[in-house]
């Protein structure tokens, strides 16, 4: 409607300009035309007989020119017909244009412009985070289809195991990394992206093959910090501290300083000072978790939150410490398309030996969505959580996904 309202303004702007002039013009030749010449023939008999009167001309001289002064006002009076003839050419222009002009605009509009282009209800329909997801799948195909024809591409094996990997199809991208190194060799970027990879599908547990490529990269570049920390937390989770420490505390002075990894290291050293003995632990948490602890969590999303939230995103249940390191003590993942959902956290899916549940009296319960299907916290996750739990308190624990990361 607006469109409409303002060319018709500019069609009546533009009338407005053209056609009085038009319109004027025929009608000032029609109503003036006899008069003036009248006038004229007065004023010119007035000069006749004043001319007469003086003796500055003869009778005969005075009925010679008054004759051709009738004469002439006879003729101008015959050119009437003429006058009205242009009057009435000159009218049908302006019906023409005040007709024919929105008419051809409006059929050259309607053949070949869009009137929807100037709408936003199509745009404000479309989900601009699903339309990007859908997009990115749209290129990470095209090139997986690409690197069917090119199998020995190593860059294009490269490119497409890191596109997988931050869609969090692991998998996919592990077979990627895979022929990247059988392309490349021992290369240690490729090692370290393989084995995250391969540790990432199997629920981030390091021992075998991520584990031997690991070290293999670190023998290549031993100051290669992704592989002193990924080296560390392997020789954590197969319980070797000592060696865990070394390596975190040179990744530790590597980092710089203040920034959110090394306080990351610095806590999961800390965590490793005040560690007592595993045969010392305090009576409280071996009571309360024992060694098979486990907890029961119910997690849903709030109804005001599922317009935030795709099916494929990424959906960590985990319980934490109530102090120190933010590692998780046990943790699932699951996608908002499970929701609602049961899991149960248990000693099993501990990160490291010694942080797992059962080493703890009471925890933190969170659940978190991820877009980008980072284990880590990012701002506009959607999350949920219970603030404290005791291990020794049995049935399930209810947490609503209701709030955000800011």
Same mark, same amino acid.
């Given at each position: ?9 500019? /069609?009546?702007? #533009? ?11 025929? $009608? ?76 051809? @605009? ?10 929807? !282009? ?6 404000? #329909? ?72 391969? !540790? ?18 670190? @023998? ?5 910090? $992704? ?25 530790? #002075? ?38 098979? #602890? ?19 995103? $990424? ?26 959902? $049961? ?57 609503? /996904? ?5």
């Amino acid at each position: 409607m607006l469109f409409l309202l303002i060319v018709s303004v500019l /069609i009546l702007i #533009a009338f407005l300009l053209i056609l009085p002039p038009l319109w004027r013009k025929q $009608t000032v030749i029609e109503a003036d035309l006899d008069q003036r010449n009248i006038l004229i023939a007065q004023h010119r008999l007035a000069e006749l007989k004043e001319n007469k009167l003086s003796g500055g001309l003869s009778q005969a001289q005075y009925d010679e020119q008054l004759a051709d002064l009738e004469q002439a006002l006879s003729d101008d009076l015959e050119i009437k017909s003429h006058v009205s003839t242009v009057k009435s050419q000159g009218r049908w222009v302006v019906y023409v244009l005040v007709v024919g002009v929105p008419l051809l @605009a409006g059929s050259l509009y309607l053949g070949l412009g869009n009137y929807q !282009a100037i709408s936003h209800s199509a745009e404000m #329909a479309v989900d601009p985070d699903t339309l990007k997801l859908e997009e990115i799948n749209k290129m990470v195909n095209g090139l997986a289809e690409k690197m069917k024809n090119e199998p020995d591409n190593a860059q294009g094996w490269l490119m497409l195991g890191r596109s997988y990997k931050v869609l969090g199809q692991y998998p996919k991208a592990v077979d990627a990394f895979a022929n990247a190194y059988r392309l490349l060799g021992d290369q240690a970027e490729v090692m370290l992206l393989y084995a995250d990879t391969i !540790a990432y599908a199997n629920g981030k547990n390091l021992a075998g093959k991520p584990t031997e490529l690991i070290f293999k990269a670190l @023998a290549l570049e031993p100051d290669n910090m $992704t592989a002193l920390g990924l080296g560390g937390m392997a020789k954590a989770q197969q319980g070797d501290l000592v060696a865990a420490k070394r390596l975190w505390e040179k990744l530790n #002075a590597l980092l710089p300083p203040g920034s959110e990894s090394q306080l990351e290291i610095q806590g999961l050293l800390a965590k490793i000072h005040s560690e007592p003995p595993a045969d010392a632990q305090p009576e409280a948490a071996q009571q309360a978790g024992g060694p098979g #602890a486990a907890i029961e969590v119910q997690v849903s999303l709030a109804p005001e939150l599922k317009n935030m939230a795709s099916p494929s995103d $990424t959906v960590f249940v985990y319980a934490q410490a109530l102090s120190g390191p933010k590692m998780p003590l046990a943790i699932v993942r699951k996608q908002v398309s499970d929701l609602p959902l $049961t899991v149960s956290l248990n000693d099993s899916m501990a990160m490291m030996p010694d942080m797992k549940l059962s080493n703890f009296a009471n925890v933190k319960l969170l659940a978190r969505v991820s877009k980008s299907g980072n284990a880590m916290s990012q701002p506009g996750d959607l999350i949920g959580v219970i603030e404290e739990v005791p291990l020794a308190e049995k049935g399930s624990h209810t947490i609503v /996904i209701n709030g955000q990361v800011k």
